[in-house]
């Protein structure tokens, strides 16, 4: 290969692992927030009433398990009246399940 297309092609990878690296980090406190989750759950003594409090949800659940119930709840009970995130990225979700950790 030309060795200056190869400096060009090895410049590109490099910037490419930095703008990789640098991407910010979906906040999950604030999501929770933003998405409405507070609104009807509640977590650590703050939100609401109508659905389930998630303060301790991560020791009775999988992450894999609540990964699928933000995307979609109907798949764990039909009923459900919880909407579907199914927009979220799953870096979002991720973010998410760490606060819930947190
Ligand atoms: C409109 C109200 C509403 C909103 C908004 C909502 N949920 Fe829910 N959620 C519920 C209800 C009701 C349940 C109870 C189970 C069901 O109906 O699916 C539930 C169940 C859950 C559960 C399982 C709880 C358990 O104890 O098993 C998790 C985890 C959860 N929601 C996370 C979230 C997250 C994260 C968000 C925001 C991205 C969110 N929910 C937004 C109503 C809501």
């Known amino acids: 290969m030309d060795r200056r297309l190869s400096v060009v092609v090895a410049v590109l990878m490099v910037v490419g692992v930095v703008l990789f690296m640098v991407q910010p980090q979906p906040d999950g406190k604030e999501l929770f927030r933003s998405e409405?989750?507070?609104?009807?759950?509640?977590?650590?003594?703050?939100?609401?009433?109508?659905?389930?409090?998630?303060?301790?949800?991560?020791?009775r659940r999988s992450d894999e398990w609540i990964r699928q119930q933000i995307r979609n709840s109907k798949k764990h009970n039909p009923d459900s009246r919880m909407p579907s995130f199914n927009y979220l990225s799953g870096r979002q979700i991720d973010a998410i399940i760490r606060y819930l950790k947190s």
């Open 36 to 59: 409405g989750c507070i609104n009807c759950h509640s977590f650590k003594g703050e939100g609401g009433e109508m659905a389930p409090d998630l303060t301790s949800v991560t020791q």
